[in-house]
């Protein structure tokens, strides 16, 4: 397959200590190249997602002590699996296990100089600990190899130091299994915020912000019908706000049925003037069954029908969607015009194709727009409440902040497992969001 023209690179400022959206920093540094992982979406750590791993590290180490900028790179996993990067290193990785409903946190070697200057507990002192780790303290190939623990340790990260070293890994079932080792520099680094972020790459958001006008009105031109696709997401409210001020104010939203109240709130508070309501979602379950990630009936019919309803008479109609290379793989490809072949007269003009998560949060950071509250409340992609291709992580936190939808969720599907003749425990477990399930999921 031909390589999609995405970045793979985060650039990061060592003397500010700050992400960059280039290459270079407002202070004129030469920013310092951090590889990132497929699809190489990278975004900023907020709320929900700092609270996590701050009760990791108090949990492991004694200590909350985290950047005020930290960013995150989602890779593919069982489920959530993020790169944590920080203070220009990879820090480390944060899971979530869906069978456990836990996550976990694996420590990278970027994380040993913050963690050894604040923890207050967990690090273990290998100068008198002999016997197998002396491969480790004598600097002998350890790759993948796995050690007893030294001591009585409990599952998850391990961070072990001698004479200027130190080493890190992960204890599972009493054994360490050591990633990295070496000698390590202690550092302390600039603690600046988002704003600093910001005023660093300062011109590329300015650029950024001109080519997409420019891009909207050049497609757009004339054409009597101009219309954002909203969906309550941040890429489409950074989308509107581009084409508001490109010169076109029109939007819609469709209104599932199974919208999360936060994005309802959020599109009332936003004087979005066309709500289109698709067919009652409930009726159309009772019909064909849930929606599976592998079977998502419910695109077609819970969103785009509403939306040709609606666009049927206003003759070819140029829709501004806030699609994103980034987004997954699937969508590297995504071209900047594109008609829609389930409605021809459709064109869909992608503005921010070429964006990643940190720009769209730096954009909306800057211009000031208000955002979903979803997102700092632990979502990485906002949809229905119930969408199959959520992530179990997510789908937890949909437990959390509103388990009255979850309940009724849960209900419907034991019913309807029932009357399949399904496993309750699998359909509870999450069965139901496969019609059939990838090998991961599978435990192959
Ligand atoms: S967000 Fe998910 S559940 Fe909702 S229409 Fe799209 S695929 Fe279906
Ligand atoms: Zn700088």
Redesign the pocket.
């Known amino acids: 397959m031909r390589e999609p023209a995405v970045r793979k690179t985060l650039y990061w400022c060592e003397k500010c200590n700050v992400p960059l959206l280039g290459r270079r920093c407002a202070c004129g540094a030469e920013g310092k190249a951090i590889p990132l992982l497929r699809p190489y979406d990278a975004r900023p750590a907020l709320a929900a997602d700092r609270g996590i791993i701050t009760g990791l590290l108090r949990q492991h180490f004694g200590t909350e002590s985290l950047p005020s900028v930290v960013i995150l790179n989602k890779t593919s996993g069982r489920d959530r699996n993020d790169l944590i990067i920080a203070n220009g290193d990879r820090f480390g990785w944060l899971s979530f296990d869906p069978s456990s409903g836990k996550y976990s946190l694996e420590l990278e070697f970027g994380a040993v100089p913050w963690l050894l200057a604040s923890a207050t507990r967990g690090v273990i002192d290998l100068t008198s600990v002999g016997g197998a780790y002396r491969d480790v303290t004598q600097g002998k190939r350890i790759g993948g190899k796995k050690y007893p623990a030294p001591v009585d340790l409990p599952e998850g990260p391990v961070l072990m130091t001698w004479e200027g070293h130190a080493a890190v890994g992960t204890c599972r079932a009493g054994s360490v299994k050591v990633r990295e080792a070496g000698r390590y520099i202690p550092a302390t680094y600039p603690d600046p915020g988002w704003d600093r972020v910001i005023s660093s790459s300062i011109s590329t958001l300015k650029n950024l912000e001109r080519s997409a006008i420019r891009f909207i009105r050049h497609h757009a031109g004339r054409a009597s019908c101009v219309a954002v696709s909203f969906s309550g997401g941040k890429d489409s409210t950074v989308t509107m706000e581009l084409a508001r001020r490109a010169g076109y104010g029109n939007a819609f939203f469709v209104d ?1 049925g ?1 919208e999360f109240p936060e994005t309802l709130g959020f599109v009332r508070s936003l004087g979005i003037e066309n709500i289109l309501h698709a067919k009652d979602f409930w009726r159309e379950i009772e019909k064909n069954g849930p ?1 599976h990630k592998d079977d ?1 009936w ?2 077609e019919r ?2 785009l029908a509403p939306v040709k309803e609606w666009l049927k008479g206003k003759g070819e109609c140029i829709t501004v969607q806030g699609n994103r290379w980034y987004e997954s793989f699937a969508r590297s490809g995504l071209p900047p015009v594109a008609r829609n072949p389930y409605y021809p007269l459709q064109v869909n003009i992608s503005p921010i194709r070429n964006w990643r998560a940190l720009e769209v949060f730096l954009y909306t950071w800057w211009r000031k727009i208000p955002q979903n509250p979803l997102y700092e409340l632990g979502f990485e992609r906002v ?2 409440w ?4 959520m992530l179990g992580s997510e789908w937890e936190r949909v437990r959390v902040i509103h388990p009255d939808l979850y309940e009724t969720w849960m209900e419907f599907l034991v019913e309807w497992g029932r009357r399949k003749g399904m496993d309750k425990e699998a359909v509870l477990a999450g069965a139901w969001r496969w019609k059939r399930a990838p090998p991961k999921m599978r435990g192959g």
């Open positions: 599932t199974m929606p998502r419910c695109c819970q969103k949809g229905c119930m969408c199959p291709a």
